[in-house]
């Protein structure tokens, strides 16, 4: 069983819909929760962190924890063509991160 | 202030040469990380310094895998005897612990092809 998983995809959401990406992890002990976009080609960029349960909005994202669940999700609001990209769900116990297989996201016009 | 900064970009090297890699960190972050991207996954850990101590290394990194942070500032990581499977982004991320969080920021990597 991997540690973080996450839907590969791809999710194909129409434009201005809600995008709804979900992320289950294994370990209890992890205390922080991270989304990250990456574009093709590009490296990992930070959207939303998120570390009590319950929900963090940002703009046009929502970041959801429920750690008795061990589920995490990224909503993506009024989403834009811009927005089609990976999106990596990632854990922190200690240091490190551990990252899902991504899922790809593609918003259609 | 400046993002991570990671030379070269792209490398391309032949089976058995030896590539080292630069990563500059934010300013003042204390703590660095790099991890190993392939396609279609998700990067891995591979190892992390706090200040110029590396306190932490996957079991990934094999003893062809050396990482430094002589100063605590810049890091190098060098491949020696390269393999075709050591074809990947390696990508370098830095943070500064804040409270509850400890947001990590990625460079934009440097894409090694071993031939």
């Known amino acids: 069983q991997k540690e973080v998983e996450q839907n590969s995809g791809p999710l194909s959401v129409p434009e201005g819909a809600i995008a709804s990406l979900n992320c289950t992890y294994s370990d209890r002990g992890s205390q922080s929760f991270f989304w990250y976009r990456q574009y093709s080609g590009k490296s990992p960029e930070l959207i939303m962190s998120?570390?009590?349960?319950g929900d963090k909005e940002d703009g046009r994202f929502t970041a959801q924890l429920n750690k008795a669940s061990q589920y995490v999700s990224l909503l993506i609001r009024d989403s834009q063509p811009s927005d089609s990209a990976t999106y990596l769900c990632a854990s922190q116990g200690a240091q490190k991160l551990v990252f899902g297989q991504g899922t790809r996201l593609t918003i259609n016009p | 202030d400046t993002g991570v900064s990671q030379n070269p970009r792209h490398k391309i090297t032949k089976r058995g040469q030896n590539v080292t890699f630069r990563c500059d960190p934010i300013s003042e972050h204390n703590r660095l990380y790099w991890y190993r991207q392939t396609l279609g996954q998700g990067p891995e850990f591979l190892t992390y310094f706090q200040n110029e101590a590396q306190l932490e290394k996957s079991r990934l990194l094999s003893d062809r895998f050396s990482a430094e942070r002589p100063k605590g500032s810049f890091s190098t990581l060098e491949i020696q005897r390269t393999e075709q499977g050591d074809s990947a982004m390696y990508l370098c991320?830095?943070?500064?612990?804040?409270?509850?969080?400890?947001?990590?920021?990625f460079g934009p990597g440097t894409r090694l092809t071993v031939t």
């Open positions: 991320a830095s943070s500064s612990p804040s409270g509850t969080g400890n947001e990590q920021y």
């Open positions: 998120i570390y009590s349960n």
